[in-house]
């Protein structure tokens, strides 16, 4: 079974570095075609997609946060984890990851599990 | 860039067919995929590929894409459907991701 399970601060103050730490079970994301992203929602707002990096390191990220943002992994411990830098509150929001569907050799660009989510308030 | 533009709301009755919309000019060469979101809970997969649907996902639920613009249609709306609704699409190697505004499904 596929399953993806947040954790992180649930407040932060502004300036400081958000951590989150996506743990995955049901699949290694050493596996070829495996790809695991971010993507969070703001309070009475739409998704908007983050991040992502795949099985073999490849990374990419939204356009308008690229320089605030890093992901990378811990195979040993088949997590992902996502940094934020110099948070805002208006990165306030609910940060779920997600799996890519794997599709042929690649993953796809749809989400076919996510995590439950986790709540990060960014207030002083 | 892109927008994905999805109506804010859409009602109907239980047992009628409610139709969602998503509409951007990418959508003429990219998927769209559909995703349903209740309150508090995380957004689930409903339509993937424009019309496919993954397994266990009611029959009720299909997607079709014509030009540039997407559709969700759930037919024989029942009261558990009632739930916001997004849309997605993203480029060949899945590295420019949008999602739509959503549209909150009402079920009268």
């Known amino acids: 079974q596929v399953t993806l399970r947040e954790s992180g601060p649930a407040l932060v103050k502004p300036t400081q570095t958000l951590t989150l730490t996506c743990t995955l079970s049901g699949f290694p994301l050493t596996t070829s075609g495996m790809c695991v992203s971010w993507i969070r929602q703001s309070p009475g707002k739409a998704l908007e997609w983050l991040a992502r990096?795949?099985?073999?390191?490849?990374?990419y990220y939204s356009t308008s946060l690229k320089t605030r943002l890093t992901i990378s992994k811990d195979t040993s411990k088949n997590q992902v984890v996502l940094t934020v830098t110099n948070v805002d509150p208006v990165d306030t929001a609910t940060y779920y990851c997600?799996?890519?569907?794997?599709?042929?050799?690649?993953?796809?660009?749809?989400?076919?599990?996510w995590g439950q989510g986790t709540p990060v308030t960014v207030a002083s | 860039s892109y927008e994905l533009t999805q109506p804010p709301s859409v009602s109907v009755s239980p047992g009628q067919t409610a139709r969602i919309t998503c509409s951007a000019d990418?959508?003429?060469?990219?998927?769209t995929y559909w995703y349903q979101q209740k309150p508090g809970q995380a957004p689930v997969l409903v339509i993937y590929q424009d019309t496919d649907r993954p397994s266990g996902i009611p029959e009720r639920f299909s997607g079709s894409s014509s030009g540039t613009t997407a559709t969700l249609t759930i037919s024989g709306v029942q009261a558990e459907d009632e739930a916001e609704y997004y849309c997605q699409s993203a480029d060949s190697s899945a590295t420019y991701v949008e999602f739509g505004g959503g549209t909150k499904l009402t079920v009268l």
């Open positions: 990096i795949d099985w073999d390191d490849e990374t």
């Open positions: 997600a799996r890519n569907a794997p599709y042929r050799t690649t993953c796809a660009g749809w989400f076919d599990a």
């Open positions: 990418a959508l003429a060469k990219q998927y």
